[in-house]
């Protein structure tokens, strides 16, 4: 996966975005050093950019399908409000493992669920209504996951989607996975249910409240 800013102007912006806590920074490395697809890892910028969309939403319940090594999950529940909490979803055991780890010996353990199984068997089992929606996992769901959270937002909520611009191969989908964010784009632009903006952060991210 390649982003879609040029590579000075990331680092420009990294560089000029508030570090990461010293724990983010072991986790980024470990992950970058162990796992198959470091590139999942969701960074220093995208990490503040949803810890400041919990902090300016005041999002208390936050669910995030695609938990990986645990950096987003950790960025988010330092910005959650008294009593606030996150429910992660992952099916790799490995990812869990990992992100257990770092969650134990972050300051944020009791605000931090991590349910390894289907997402949508997840969701289904959760009560209740959801402040923000961040869905960063199997992209063949990712429409799936739409439907299922929409109804369940809260009335200020919002869903973030990572990845909708997929290294820009939407403006012409020739594989499978292309093809498929390619549609849940055009579905979400089409639906008269919610007001969405697609922005070019990393590999994109689409935000969408209800309407």
Not at 27 to 36: H, P
Not at 87 to 111: G, L
Not at 177 to 202: E, F, G, P, W, Y
């Amino acid at each position: 996966m390649s982003f879609l800013v040029e590579e000075p102007i990331e680092e420009y912006a990294e560089a000029h975005t508030t570090p990461p806590t010293d724990l983010l920074v072991r986790l980024a490395e470990e992950t970058k050093a162990t796992m198959s697809a470091p590139q999942m890892l969701t960074g220093t910028i995208e990490g503040r950019f949803l810890e400041l969309l919990v902090f300016g939403t005041g999002a208390k319940r936050v669910l995030e399908l695609g938990t990986f090594t645990g950096y987003s999950s950790l960025a988010m529940a330092a910005a959650l409000p008294e009593g606030g909490r996150i429910d992660t979803c992952d099916i790799e055991p490995k990812h869990v493992e990992v992100a257990q780890r770092y969650i134990d010996e972050s300051p944020h353990a009791d605000k931090i669920t991590i349910h390894l199984g289907p997402a949508l068997d997840t969701i289904d089992r959760l009560e209740g209504e959801f402040d923000l929606v961040f869905i960063d996992a199997d992209k063949e769901n990712y429409a799936n996951y739409y439907e299922a959270v929409l109804p369940r937002l809260s009335k200020r909520g919002l869903i973030a989607i990572d990845n909708t611009l997929w290294s820009g191969r939407v403006l012409d989908p020739q594989d499978d996975t292309s093809k498929l964010i390619a549609s849940l784009n055009d579905m979400i632009a089409a639906d008269d249910r919610v007001v969405a903006v697609q922005l070019t952060i990393r590999d994109g991210v689409t935000l969408i409240r209800r309407r």
